[in-house]
């Protein structure tokens, strides 16, 4: 998570930045940061492909919602080894 707030920190010039978890009934973890920033992220630089690649070796899955103008909503789902 410190690396989309440092994300949001550096490119996005978002006055704010939520952060939300919780799990599902289908034993998925949903962590969703949620900026109103400028928009635009996109997968060619470090920080964002580094998150893909950790969350997809998990098993889990990575969607990027940033369209140009903002917001930008990054969504990490994994599966949940307790349930």
């Known amino acids: 998570m410190s690396?989309?707030?440092?994300n949001v920190a550096r490119h996005a010039r978002a006055e704010t930045v939520r952060?939300?978890?919780?799990?599902t009934t289908e034993g998925t973890v949903l962590v969703t940061?949620?900026?109103d920033g400028r928009g635009?992220?996109?997968l060619d630089g470090t920080?964002?492909?580094g998150i893909v690649d950790r969350i997809e070796t998990?098993?889990?899955n990575v969607?990027?919602?940033s369209p140009a103008g903002g917001p930008t909503r990054v969504t990490l789902e994994v599966s949940c080894?307790?349930?």
């Not at 690396?3 to 440092?6: C, D, S």
């Open 40 to 42: 635009g992220a996109r």
């Open 33 to 35: 940061v949620h900026d």
């Open 19 to 23: 952060l939300s978890a919780r799990q």
């Open 47 to 49: 920080g964002l492909v």
């Open 58 to 60: 998990l098993g889990g």
């Open 3 to 6: 690396e989309l707030f440092t």
């Open 63 to 65: 969607t990027i919602d």
């Open 81 to 83: 080894a307790s349930s």
